[in-house]
């Protein structure tokens, strides 16, 4: 089965409350989402993060989110890593777009951190 794969590194995205969106070419019947935070600073500042399916003629989210990472706030202990996995259960396959969105929050959050995919399958 191959394997697929997509990082993202940010290296200090800082000052900005953004919402990224990365829509991703993928499939498989099974994908790994790794996170790792090294630096967090800012008030009240958060990151959220999850992957959905998208319907790859109308751009639309499919159901809910495949999985949704815990989110990361001045009280996370750092370097904070975590792995969520959606595994085919019910020979559901997720589709060939997923959209990964990053939604950063608060007065002047700044996070460096790596993000990374890996799918199984086909």
Same mark, same amino acid.
């Given at each position: 089965?191959?394997?697929?794969q997509y990082?993202r590194?940010e290296a200090n995205f800082?000052?900005?409350?953004v919402?990224?969106?990365?829509?991703?070419?993928m499939?498989?019947?099974?994908?790994?989402?790794?996170l790792?935070?090294?630096v967090?600073?800012?008030t009240?500042?958060?990151?959220?993060i999850?992957?959905?399916n998208?319907?790859?003629l109308?751009?639309?989210v499919i159901g809910? *989110?495949?999985?949704s990472? %815990?989110?990361?706030?001045?009280? @996370? !202990?750092?370097? /904070?890593?975590?792995?969520k996995?959606?595994?085919d259960?019910?020979?559901?396959?997720f589709? *060939?777009?997923l959209?990964? %969105?990053?939604?950063?929050?608060? @007065? !002047?959050?700044? /996070?460096?951190?790596?993000?990374?995919?890996?799918s199984?399958?086909f």
């Amino acid at each position: 089965m191959p394997t697929k794969q997509y990082v993202r590194r940010e290296a200090n995205f800082g000052g900005l409350t953004v919402t990224l969106v990365d829509v991703i070419s993928m499939t498989g019947t099974s994908v790994a989402g790794i996170l790792n935070v090294t630096v967090n600073s800012g008030t009240g500042q958060t990151l959220d993060i999850k992957l959905e399916n998208l319907d790859p003629l109308s751009g639309n989210v499919i159901g809910s *989110p495949l999985f949704s990472h %815990t989110q990361v706030t001045n009280a @996370t !202990g750092l370097p /904070f890593t975590e792995m969520k996995v959606f595994a085919d259960t019910t020979s559901i396959v997720f589709t *060939p777009v997923l959209k990964l %969105t990053f939604t950063i929050a608060g @007065t !002047g959050p700044s /996070f460096s951190f790596t993000y990374e995919l890996i799918s199984k399958g086909f």
